[in-house]
């Protein structure tokens, strides 16, 4: 499975940005897939995640309100759009993908800046 993201950039606070991660390979064996984010210093952390099945959703709830997951299951492509930015949303953002109960594979990041 390979996954590559696109639509990071540099956005003032209160903007909007769309990300995109187009999945290729092996996708039948996805059964979630999910963005996850990681500022300066900081952890990796889970913001949504959309399963393959029923499209079910979770967010982080610093996110709730304000980011919108998404999939089109034609192009393979996942999205999350991102409302009201706030400067403590900068970091790079990356895609994922779940096999069973792993997260095992991954993008290689876009970035996401929010000034204030």
């Known amino acids: 499975v390979q996954l590559v993201e696109s639509g990071g950039g540099l956005v003032q606070a209160g903007g909007s940005l769309r990300l995109s991660c187009a999945a290729s390979g092996s996708t039948f064996s996805i059964n979630a897939m999910g963005w996850y984010r990681q500022a300066p210093g900081k952890q990796r952390e889970l913001v949504a995640r959309i399963t393959s099945g029923s499209g079910s959703t979770n967010y982080a709830d610093s996110v709730k309100g304000r980011f919108t997951i998404s999939r089109d299951n034609a192009k393979n492509t996942m999205y999350l759009q991102m409302n009201s930015l706030k400067p403590e949303d900068t970091a790079v953002y990356y895609c994922?993908?779940?096999?069973?109960?792993?997260?095992?594979?991954w993008g290689q990041g876009t970035q996401v800046t929010v000034s204030s």
């Open positions: 994922g993908a779940r096999i069973l109960t792993n997260w095992r594979y």
